[in-house]
């Protein structure tokens, strides 16, 4: 067993797929993770927390109570031990193998399959990895040699993974599965791996993730630099949030702190870079199912402000952020400047 703060990794198989084979390889035995295998834990969670957090992830719920991956992972959820674990091994293993020897698909790889605990959920994660090669350097005689099917180092990109919960909820909004899949072109649904192996559907839409991200930072980002209006903090927000732009969540918060962090700010670049991590830490542990890559899909497009009793009330469109500055004076007045561009003028009625 290894554990890494809010991960611990109990069990690990691993299995390979030859596709001109007629049956692929599985392990018969648990993989021994311990103090020794301290690069190799490094490198699965490393793409365990890439699979929860990464642009590239997906919400998902299985698409019907007999979904094969989710019966067999509740079925050892129900009984576990070593000998079952390797059963779930095999079997998942085989099926996908199955799968793609009938598709088109000529991907050979590896194939691991791994009990882990995330924040405290038992979960199952597997994650398939295409062949490699390298170089190695013998520093003694001064050769190099050539590995075969090596693993890509943490930073490489790793084609699919899914954390599967095996404990799964009835709430028909809240995920039971997440999944990455990066062989496929952007924006395009990973099908053959959510929809025919792992027999799942996209959760969330992208309006609901944007609003709730939204809130979330205009709430969180007052805090977190306090010595700036909060009207500079909202418009920052509303621009980097606007309608239809492609969000990387992490990202986005950096660049609003950049924008509001004053630049004379002791450790100013670690203090966003932290701020920006803890932000993200703090959303999905509020929003649990949500994954932080997204288009803004808004519904909001003005921009009002109102006095305390609507004595006066002030609204214009999102797109014009840049022509449009409110600010306060030191007695505490509000300014609005427009830009001449927009010919603004009083109606006459």
Do not use: W
């Amino acid at each position: 067993m290894e554990e890494n703060n809010d991960i611990i990794i109990n069990r690990l198989a691993i299995n390979a797929l030859d596709l001109q084979s007629s049956s692929p390889t599985v392990s018969n035995s648990i993989f021994p993770l311990n103090e020794d295998h301290g690069i190799i834990k490094d490198f699965f969670i490393t793409h365990l927390l890439e699979t929860r957090q990464g642009k590239s992830t997906k919400s998902c719920k299985f698409i019907d109570e007999d979904a094969t991956i989710k019966t067999k992972v509740s079925r050892y959820e129900s009984q576990k031990s070593d000998d079952e674990f390797l059963k779930l091994s095999k079997e998942l293993t085989e099926n996908l193998f199955k799968i793609m020897k009938n598709s088109s698909s000529k991907s050979s790889g590896t194939f691991f399959v791994l009990e882990v605990v995330l924040k405290k959920e038992p979960c199952i994660f597997i994650i398939k990895l295409d062949p490699k090669s390298g170089v190695q350097i013998n520093l003694e005689t001064l050769s190099v040699q050539v590995l075969e099917n090596i693993l890509p180092d943490s930073n490489d990109r790793v084609h699919k993974c899914a954390i599967i919960k095996t404990v799964h909820d009835e709430d028909p909004k809240v995920a039971d599965l997440f999944v990455m899949d990066k062989q496929q072109k952007a924006g395009e649904s990973a099908r053959f791996f959510i929809e025919t192996y792992l027999q799942a559907q996209e959760l969330l839409n992208d309006r609901i993730i944007t609003k709730d991200v939204i809130h979330h930072a205009k709430t969180n980002i007052i805090d977190i630099v306090p010595e700036t209006e909060q009207y500079k903090v909202i418009e920052s927000i509303d621009k980097e949030f606007s309608n239809n732009s492609r969000i990387e969540l992490g990202t986005s918060i950096r660049n609003i702190l950049k924008d509001l962090v004053p630049t004379e700010k002791k450790d100013r670049e670690i203090f966003i870079e932290e701020s920006a991590d803890q932000f993200v830490s703090s959303y999905l542990a509020a929003h649990q199912d949500h994954q932080t890559s997204f288009i803004a899909t808004r519904n909001d497009q003005h921009v009002i402000y109102r006095a305390e009793k609507n004595q006066v009330f002030f609204r214009y469109n999102q797109g014009m952020t840049g022509k449009v500055e409110v600010s306060k004076d030191t007695s505490n007045n509000t300014i609005i400047k427009i830009d001449s561009s927009l010919n603004f003028s009083r109606d006459v009625k």
